[in-house]
């Protein structure tokens, strides 16, 4: 239908781009919000009829582990990339996921670099620069006109600026406008320049970006993208500031007004402790006592003495400086003289995963560690546990401590980021979720998980906050809902909703 010559009625096209999704591939905490968000988009737009209905299809690098799994797929296109090696073909194939259309690009640099994220950044540059130009091939290949193209982080984001210098766009590509999501800034694809020099990708020119940033594929495509997200408010506005701007930060304010924030969800029916076919005893904030019987089956797998009445922290993160492994532990050892036990788990850094180990050396008798990834395992530590800890330096969202609150596990947090956008502390709060560090350091900490572990001695108070965390609606409905309206505010030729 047309009136004054725009569009009333028709799908909304989105083509959704990122590095990883999960159940594709998941390394991280992109890979959840790729594996969840276009779902929870279509859904919104299918079920609950939204205007204008989304035709959203994601877009993935078919990286050889990924092949190896022999998902079924159709060879739809092939195309070629021009690079200083000559032309590079493309392949795509399309499969199907929960509903939602997905195509997975393979070609040389996506082969060659094995990994999906690799240790020589110049692979993975380059890897992500071919990507990122098929994503904007590929809507022509189909035929398929695109009006939102959803970029995600740096690797995909160069396609926001190649589109903005493209003179002459296909007509599938006439009226895209790009979003740019912000996942974690301080990752800007460094090691890039010979990968822009082979695909000939020119760099910025925008006078505001510092020098380094024009040949730099976030600091690009920030520059470039009609609208840049954030993956929480609280970060949205933390990027402006010189603790948290990567010295990106006066550049960003140059973009303020095209930058936002939408917090991330989760999804509220794999996280469920009523249903959760993972741990001991199925439980919801009606019944608060089966989530006992979790904590004495946990206490007895770790091989605790069975101290039901000592408050049980669990730390259940990545082992990366990012999350502040060393400042928890440090907390812990200045906090020894207190009851408490505590688990530690997961992968990643050498000498974080040494530190977790050698505090079980230190304090035998209160802690445990176990230095992989366990999915399933996080489940029964959510659901036994009473206290996460999450001393994050930075979390533009985070999503372990919406997990843990859904689970009646209370958060006890750095106040940073999307933490803070989803914790209520309980400093005089009857509504309270959780526990807010002001500083991310161990003393800090400290004084903070002392502030939840005395509240623990006070079982109602612990119990109407269990209560309060288990009622927080981190469901992607609304997340999902503040993105479609951003697509149809900045599509082409959208008339509004009254
Ligand atoms: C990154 C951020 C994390 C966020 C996730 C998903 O991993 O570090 O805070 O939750 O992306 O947006």
């Keep these: 239908m047309e009136i004054n010559g725009k569009t009333a009625y028709r799908t909304l096209n989105v083509l959704f781009a990122a590095a990883e999704a999960d159940p594709f591939i998941k390394i991280g905490g992109l890979g959840d919000v790729a594996g969840s968000l276009p779902n929870a988009i279509s859904y919104l737009s299918t079920k609950k009829h939204t205007f204008p209905s989304v035709d959203i299809r994601l877009v993935l690098p078919f990286y050889p582990q990924l092949k190896a799994r022999e998902i079924p797929s159709d060879l739809i296109t092939t195309f070629t990339i021009k690079s200083t090696d000559g032309l590079l073909q493309a392949e795509v194939f399309s499969t199907n996921f929960s509903g939602i259309t997905t195509y997975l690009v393979s ?29 904007l091939l590929l809507p022509h290949a189909l035929g398929w006109k695109v009006d939102i193209l959803h970029l995600n982080d740096w690797h995909t984001a160069i396609a926001a600026h190649v589109l903005k210098k493209t003179v002459l766009k296909p007509r599938e590509l006439k009226h895209t406008r790009t979003i740019l999501t912000i996942h974690n800034l301080p990752f800007m694809g460094a090691g890039a320049e010979p990968g822009l020099a082979k695909f000939r990708v020119k760099p910025a020119t925008n006078k505001d970006l510092p020098k380094w940033g024009r040949r730099l594929p976030l600091p690009m495509g920030l520059a470039a993208a009609d609208q840049i997200i954030a993956v929480s408010p609280k970060y949205s506005k933390e990027i402006l500031t010189s603790k948290y701007g990567c010295d990106l930060q006066n550049f960003l304010a140059t973009r303020q007004s095209h930058i936002s924030g939408i917090l991330n969800g989760i999804d509220t029916q794999h996280w469920n402790p009523a249903t959760d076919p993972h741990i001991t005893e199925n439980y919801d904030s009606q019944n608060l006592q089966k989530k006992k019987i979790n904590k004495v089956a946990i206490l007895k797998e770790f091989n605790f003495k069975q101290k039901v009445k000592i408050p049980l922290l669990i730390l259940v993160s990545r082992m990366d400086p990012q999350k502040g492994v060393d400042i928890a532990i440090e907390a812990l ?25 050698a505090l079980v050396e230190l304090l035998p008798e209160k802690v445990r560690a176990l230095m992989q990834f366990d999915s399933k395992l996080s489940r029964r530590l959510y659901a036994g546990a009473d206290i996460l800890m999450m001393p994050s330096r930075y979390e533009p969202c985070g999503i372990s401590q919406m997990i843990a609150m859904r689970y009646g596990c209370i958060p006890v947090a750095s106040a940073t980021g999307g933490l803070v956008d989803t914790i209520q502390d309980a400093e005089n709060n009857d509504n309270a979720t959780g526990f807010l560090s002001p500083e991310a350091n161990s003393q800090s900490f400290s004084h903070t998980l002392l502030r939840a572990i005395e509240t623990y001695q006070n079982q109602d108070q612990w119990h109407q906050l269990m209560i309060s965390a288990m009622a927080q609606d981190f469901s992607w409905d609304r997340s999902a809902q503040q993105y479609i309206e951003r697509y149809t505010s900045l599509a082409h030729g959208y008339i509004k909703k009254r």
């Excluded at 200045?334 to 530190?355: F, R, S």
Aim: negative net charge.
């Design 107 to 135: 070609g040389d640099p996506i082969i060659r670099s094995q990994m999906v994220y690799s240790s020589d950044f110049r692979l993975d540059a380059e890897k992500f620069i071919f990507f990122s130009l098929a994503c």
């Design 333 to 357: 050892k200045l906090i020894k003289d207190v009851p408490w036990q505590a688990i530690l788990l997961g992968t990643g850094d050498p000498n974080l995963e040494n530190a977790c180990k």
